[in-house]
């Protein structure tokens, strides 16, 4: 496996695998979230709390059929929108990118998108074109590894101090990091 993880691609990791699915929560992110837990992650960092998720091969793959389940969950006019997490979302683009673009198609701005993953901001702007699609389709990033010494139950949408809460279309358009909610989320 490469050191440097902007080299590493969904092509060569993804088995399009999810470990789980989990409609209608209140945990990963704001407001009541459908989310959806894709397996795969090879940062494996220390203390991370979905351990079995980091293997390729953990859980079942994505189906046609989840994917109308998940668009069908987001219609509920309470539900707030989709969460991208894992795993590592942005070494599944084969199952997150053409989920993200069958939301905006049938939702528009109506859903919010939210995706955590290991990677910093700056190494998916590096990274290959299917993490900067990604980018493209959601609304807030969570980004950054987690660091175990850096381990907050404080903090809001994170687990450890050195990852962001990230505006992403802000941050695109402004070609700056622009911090969700303007920081005021500690």
């Known amino acids: 496996m490469p050191a440097d993880p902007v080299n590493w691609t969904s092509?060569?990791?993804?088995?399009?695998?999810?470990?789980?699915?989990?409609?209608?929560?209140?945990?990963?992110?704001?407001?009541?979230?459908?989310?959806i837990y894709v397996s795969g992650c090879p940062f494996a960092c220390k203390?991370?709390?979905?351990?079995?998720?980091?293997?390729?091969?953990?859980?079942?793959?994505?189906?046609?059929?989840?994917?109308?389940?998940?668009?069908?969950?987001?219609?509920?006019?309470?539900?707030?929108?989709?969460?991208?997490?894992?795993?590592?979302?942005?070494?599944?683009?084969?199952?997150?990118?053409p989920l993200c673009e069958k939301v905006r198609a049938i939702f528009g701005q109506k859903k919010d998108i939210w995706s955590w993953t290991g990677y910093t901001w700056e190494e998916l702007l590096a990274g290959t074109a299917d993490k900067r699609r990604l980018l493209e389709l959601i609304d807030v990033l969570v980004d950054g590894r987690f660091e175990q010494d850096k381990m907050d139950l404080n903090l809001a949408f994170r687990g450890s101090s050195n990852q962001r809460i990230i505006d992403v279309r802000q941050s695109l358009k402004k070609g700056a990091v622009v911090l969700w909610s303007n920081g005021d989320y500690c």
Not at 18 to 27: E, H, I, Q, R
Not at 57 to 63: F, I, N, V, W
């Open 47 to 97: 203390g991370c709390y979905n351990k079995a998720a980091q293997d390729f091969s953990y859980g079942a793959p994505y189906t046609e059929e989840l994917e109308t389940q998940i668009i069908r969950d987001l219609k509920a006019e309470y539900c707030q929108g989709l969460t991208l997490l894992g795993g590592e979302p942005f070494l599944n683009t084969g199952v997150t990118v």
């Open 11 to 35: 092509k060569r990791f993804s088995k399009n695998f999810v470990a789980d699915y989990k409609p209608y929560n209140f945990v990963d992110g704001e407001g009541v979230r459908c989310s």
